[in-house]
């Protein structure tokens, strides 16, 4: 089974490259973020006719999270336990959705950006993780033996080697040490980086501004990442990030991550 995860900043925009890059890589299940769409708006049929079934929770033009998956999509859950919201009335955004895929819990995560290191923002992002973390150690505390994928944006690069410039990101977001140490109490709670191992060349990267000729001068961040329960870190026999994707008019800022799972 081929899972993967890709933030297309915006389906509406992409659907076109989306279906085709389905259509071509054979990929069973996508976690899909920030697809800027409610239900209405959400091309439901054009996944549909690739032979997708479809989970999608969007609330307005921002964030939105989706699972497509031709292997059976069942059980979906909306947001975790826990998760905290936004704002004076705390109502949880569009940033979480799971669903049973093939004997796979897969989750679509949008964790928030965090914006700045004086910025509330920040604040709610590090409580967000603190609850998936949370969340995440209490699956595997009931079911030692489930099988979990913890897919998407976590807007956080983990290492130096996963910013272009370690320089560049100091005093910036997604690299200080409390967003680090955030990630890295995901993967003490049970998650290991699935795709790492497979693609761990310098320079290796999965989002890339669209300022500044960003792309061209390979002046990335490893910010998307595949965090998996030990059952199924187990099966995982290959990954590979689609830098190629990132190329082109009409390119998302990210580019796909997807990874293969054995019996």
């Not at 560049?168 to 409390?178: A, D, I, L, V």
Request: include cysteine; glycine fraction near 10%; charged fraction near 25%.
């Amino acid at each position: 089974m081929r899972i993967a995860t890709w933030n297309v900043n915006s389906i509406r925009s992409r659907i076109d490259r989306v279906a085709a890059w389905l259509e071509r890589t054979d990929v069973d299940v996508l976690a899909i973020q920030e697809t800027k769409a409610r239900a209405d708006q959400f091309p439901l049929d054009r996944f549909e006719a690739l032979g997708y079934e479809v989970a999608h929770h969007g609330l307005s033009q921002w964030n939105g999270v989706a699972v497509v998956s031709r292997v059976g999509l069942d059980d979906v859950q909306v947001g975790f336990d826990g998760m905290p919201g936004w704002g004076e009335t705390a109502v949880p955004e569009a940033r979480a959705i799971g669903a049973l895929c093939n004997g796979v819990r897969v989750w679509s995560l949008y964790v928030p950006n965090g914006r700045a290191l004086d910025d509330p923002h920040l604040g709610y992002k590090l409580d967000w993780l603190d609850a998936l973390a949370g969340a995440g150690r209490q699956w595997l505390a009931e079911d030692p033996g489930a099988q979990i994928a913890l897919l998407g944006d976590w807007n956080i690069a983990p290492t130096d080697a996963d910013v272009w410039s370690v320089e560049y990101y100091e005093g910036r977001t997604h690299t200080s040490p409390g967003e680090r140490a955030a990630f890295q109490a995901v993967v003490e709670a049970g998650y290991s980086d699935v795709v790492r191992p497979h693609t761990d060349e310098p320079g290796t990267f999965t989002y890339w501004d669209y300022t500044q000729l960003r792309f061209p001068k390979r002046q990335g961040m490893r910010i998307d990442f595949a965090l998996c329960s030990p059952a199924l870190a187990h099966r995982v026999v290959g990954a590979a990030i689609d830098r190629e994707e990132r190329k082109g008019k009409g390119a998302s800022d990210h580019a796909p991550v997807v990874f293969q799972v054995g019996d």
